[in-house]
């Protein structure tokens, strides 16, 4: 049975569906010898290569679905790679065999708080397709004059540059003068848009936060920096939401975590976090290794 190639592409882990499609596009990718072109099928049997090199098709109840939290700090670019040698929020992800991690949505480089990866490319996909709708909540620090009116828009819509955008829900967590925490929730992930949505009403966001993707929220023990995987209930949470089938297998121990287990990992994560972080200069820039 034929399939969609970025469909395939993405569940091989060679990025989310739209990074395989702009792969396509720019001729990076071949169908048995030829250059694909973006709405090809493939067959199981074809032979694809990306960037001349060849791409191992897996059926889609191969893989195990793994997924991680990470809680994001401030600085860190959501990309792989940073000419500049900025910090990234790959870095500290640990290592996959055969396969590559894969961001669900973006944080900017100046929001902090809980950011997902998962190797399952479709699923990525799924999460971060608006048409599911699934609700990110933000916790916001503003600077300006905050009015009923202006809560009520922001609740109704406004129109943005690139459409119309609102807030589910806006509900003040308390604050003095002109700064003040809202939390926010939204079902889309577009560029900056917490912040421009604010920024409509001439309100200034000086802190953002992440605390809740879906039903999950940041584990406000994990430090800025760390990551855990998801057991198996909370990545079956994910894929229903989001119409896939169950995940059967899992990487984790099933046996219950013990407390002073949690507290062990925790301690261990916070000591990876610190040894990562002295090996970087104060400006966020990544020593230049030496020759």
């Not at 499609?21 to 694809?48: H, N, Y």
């Not at 967590?173 to 992930?189: A, D, P």
């Not at 200034?204 to 605390?211: G, K, N």
Request: aromatic share 6%; net charge positive.
């Amino acid at each position: 049975m034929s399939e969609k190639l970025q469909k395939v592409l993405a569940r091989a882990g060679k990025g989310s569906r739209r990074e395989c499609e702009k792969f396509i596009e720019s001729g990076r990718v071949s169908i048995d010898g030829k250059v694909a072109r973006l709405g090809d099928r493939v067959e199981p049997t074809q032979r694809i290569r990306l960037d001349g090199h060849v791409v191992k098709v897996e059926a889609s109840n191969e893989r195990v679905c793994r997924i991680l939290m990470y809680h994001k700090p401030e600085g860190e670019l959501c990309t792989r790679k940073d000419p500049e040698g900025r910090r990234t929020v790959f870095d500290r992800l640990p290592p996959l065999e055969n396969d590559r991690w894969i961001a669900i949505g973006r944080l900017d480089i100046n929001t902090s708080g809980l950011l997902l990866f998962t190797n399952d490319g479709e699923l990525a996909n799924r999460l971060m397709h608006p048409s599911y709708e699934v609700e990110r909540e933000y916790a916001v620090r503003v600077f300006g004059e905050v009015t009923d009116q202006t809560l009520k828009n922001l609740t109704n819509g406004v129109e943005l540059d690139d459409g119309f955008a609102k807030f589910l829900s806006v509900v003040p967590q308390g604050g003095s003068g002109l700064n003040n925490w809202f939390n926010v929730t939204l079902t889309e992930g577009r560029n900056r848009e917490v912040r421009r949505l604010w920024q409509s009403q001439e309100v200034e966001v000086s802190r953002l936060i992440r605390v809740r993707y879906g039903d999950l929220l940041l584990n406000k023990r994990l430090p800025q920096g760390g990551w855990e995987e998801l057991n198996l209930k909370d990545v079956n949470y994910l894929r229903q939401t989001v119409g896939m089938r169950r995940e059967t297998e899992t990487k984790l121990s099933v046996m219950p975590e013990k407390r002073k287990d949690r507290r062990a990992k925790i301690n261990k994560i916070r000591k990876a976090v610190k040894k990562h972080n002295q090996r970087v200069t104060p400006g966020n820039k990544r020593r230049a290794p030496k020759k």
